[in-house]
């Protein structure tokens, strides 16, 4: 079946780049996303990707998609302890309309 | 503008009993969607409306579980008979159509089934 599948925890020091992997395995993607959700706090839409792009860059975050691997990452420039948070990859099939979520990516930011 | 809407936001419950969690989307959004999120899980497809249509069901754990949308609009959650795996955090979301539109979220309901 479907799968979304991510390293589930990550540390880094404020300042530097962060890099969150994703590999999926459905080839019907039309959307990825990345989500965020911080302690005590709902999910909220970081950024997404179409399937037919290979790159889109958003102020600190550049999203990097590998069709013919089923990779997709994200990456987070000079990285802020307010950037500490689960990261969810989300794989939208264009075949039933569902978002296939990863287990989460816990960021830790250290001062 | 208001986004989407979830009550309560917390509930405690004891096995055997029922309970109904409620979905506000956004205004105009057709397609709502719920899923559950377990302690160091990702999120689990539920239910899916769009429109008028017959809603996905695919995701739902057992018979126990059943959605509705009234009105093309809030939709209530309903799990009969609680167990304590029905512990979770019941999100729903809202998209304008459906076909993988970015999905909105609410904060979520923390269901404790004691």
């Known amino acids: 079946g479907e799968d979304v599948e991510q390293s589930l925890f990550l540390s880094v020091r404020e300042g530097d780049s962060s890099v969150i992997n994703c590999t999926y395995t459905?080839?019907?993607?039309?959307?990825l996303y990345w989500y965020k959700q911080e302690p005590g706090a709902g999910l909220q839409l970081l950024t997404y990707?179409?399937?037919?792009?290979d790159m889109k860059q958003d102020q600190r975050l550049t999203v990097l998609l590998n069709k013919k691997d089923k990779h997709l990452s994200l990456r987070i420039a000079d990285t802020q302890t307010g950037d500490s948070a689960i990261y969810f990859c989300?794989?939208?099939?264009?075949?039933?309309?569902?978002?296939?979520f990863g287990q989460g990516t816990t960021l830790q930011v250290k001062p | 503008g208001a986004g989407v809407s979830q009550s309560p936001s917390n509930k405690v419950t004891e096995k055997g009993k029922d309970v109904e969690l409620r979905c506000d989307p956004i205004?105009?959004?057709?397609?709502l969607y719920w899923y559950r999120q377990s302690l160091g899980q990702g999120l689990e497809f539920l239910i899916y409306?769009?429109?008028?249509?017959?809603?996905?069901k695919s995701g739902l754990p057992s018979d126990r579980f059943s959605a509705e949308r009234t009105g093309g609009s809030v939709s209530t959650l309903t799990i009969q008979r609680t167990q304590q795996e029905d512990s979770a955090v019941y999100l729903c979301?809202?998209?304008?159509?459906?076909?993988?539109?970015?999905?909105?979220f609410g904060p979520g309901t923390r269901l404790t089934v004691l």
């Open positions: 409306f769009q429109g008028n249509s017959a809603p996905d």
């Open positions: 205004s105009g959004h057709t397609a």
């Open positions: 989300v794989h939208g099939s264009s075949n039933t309309g569902k978002l296939i």
């Open positions: 979301a809202s998209s304008l159509t459906r076909d993988t539109d970015t999905q909105y």
């Open positions: 459905d080839s019907s993607s039309t959307y």
């Open positions: 990707i179409f399937s037919n792009m």
